[in-house]
T-cell receptor, first 115, second 112 residues
Framework: GENVEQHPSTLSVQEGDSAVIKCTYS??????FPWYKQELGKGPQLIID?????GEKKDQRIAVTLNKTAKHFSLHITETQPEDSAVYFC??????????????FGKGTKLSVKP | ETGVTQTPRHLVMGMTNKKSLKCEQH?????MYWYKQSAKKPLELMFV???????ENNSVPSRFSPECPNSSHLFLHLHTLQPEDSALYLC???????????FGDGTRLSIL
C-alpha cells in the first residue's frame, strides 16, 4: 500500500522568510496530493492540492510542486507570517484500486513563525 | 465555519460507558469519513461511507460502530473503549471519494 513520509517534523522560521515542507510517496499510482493546515483546536483545513497532470500550482503565498519521477512533492510558503504557524499535513491518494480515493497522510510538520 | 460540524467537542468516558459521536455536513456531499488522530502519528482512516453505504472498514475494532442514516449525518457509536482509544476523532466529507475532503474540528475523546 501507499506510504507517505514527511520532513521536517518541526520547522522554525523568522517572519518574512520562506518555509519548505517535503513529502515522498511510494505508490506510483498516486495521482492526487493535497496539503492541509491544522491550527490548535481545529480540524485540518485544505489549503492547496495538486493532481499528477501538473507540476506546480500557486495560490498567493503558497505553492506546491510535484516531481512524479522522484515521487516527491513540496509545499512552499513565501513571506511567512505569524498566522502561518500551525501543523501542516501532506497526503496522497489514487483514484484507482481497492481503496479508491482514500487519503494516506504524512505525520505532519509543526511550523513556527517568529515575529 | 468548515461546513462540517462535530459534537460533542470534548468527551470523557469510562471504559464501560456507551456514547456516540455525531457529525453533520451542510455541503451537499455524498461521502463521509471517520479518522482517528493520535499524537505523533499520521491520521488513520477508520470508516468511509459513500451514498450511505459503507465502502471501507480499515480493520477497526468492533467497539467502534459507525452509522450513516443519510448523506448529511454520520455517527460513531462507542462501547467498552480502552485507554489507547483516547484521541481526536475527526469527521470529513467530500462530494465523492475522488474529490477533496473537508474536515470538522473533531471530538477530543478521553478514556478513563
Amino acid at each position: 500500500g501507499e506510504n507517505v513520509e514527511q520532513h521536517p517534523s518541526t520547522l522554525s522560521v523568522q517572519e518574512g522568510d520562506s518555509a519548505v515542507i517535503k513529502c515522498t510517496y511510494s505508490d506510483s499510482a498516486s495521482n492526487y496530493f493535497p496539503w492541509y493546515k491544522q491550527e490548535l483546536g481545529k480540524g485540518p483545513q485544505l489549503i492547496i492540492d495538486i493532481r499528477s497532470n501538473v507540476g506546480e500550482k500557486k495560490d498567493q503565498r503558497i505553492a506546491v510542486t510535484l516531481n512524479k519521477t522522484a515521487k516527491h512533492f513540496s509545499l512552499h510558503i513565501t513571506e511567512t507570517q505569524p498566522e502561518d504557524s500551525a501543523v501542516y499535513f501532506c497526503a496522497a491518494s489514487s483514484e484507482y484500486g481497492g481503496s479508491q480515493g482514500n487519503l494516506i497522510f504524512g505525520k505532519g510538520t509543526k511550523l513556527s513563525v517568529k515575529p | 465555519e468548515t461546513g462540517v460540524t462535530q459534537t460533542p467537542r470534548h468527551l470523557v468516558m469510562g471504559m464501560t460507558n456507551k456514547k456516540s459521536l455525531k457529525c453533520e455536513q451542510h455541503l451537499g456531499h455524498n461521502a463521509m469519513y471517520w479518522y482517528k488522530q493520535s499524537a505523533k502519528k499520521p491520521l488513520e482512516l477508520m470508516f468511509v461511507y459513500n451514498f450511505k453505504e459503507q465502502t471501507e472498514n480499515n480493520s477497526v475494532p468492533s467497539r467502534f460502530s459507525p452509522e450513516c442514516p443519510n448523506s448529511s449525518h454520520l455517527f460513531l457509536h462507542l462501547h467498552t473503549l480502552q485507554p489507547e482509544d483516547s484521541a481526536l476523532y475527526l469527521c470529513a466529507s467530500s462530494q465523492d471519494q475522488r474529490q477533496p475532503q473537508h474536515f470538522g474540528d473533531g471530538t477530543r475523546l478521553s478514556i478513563l
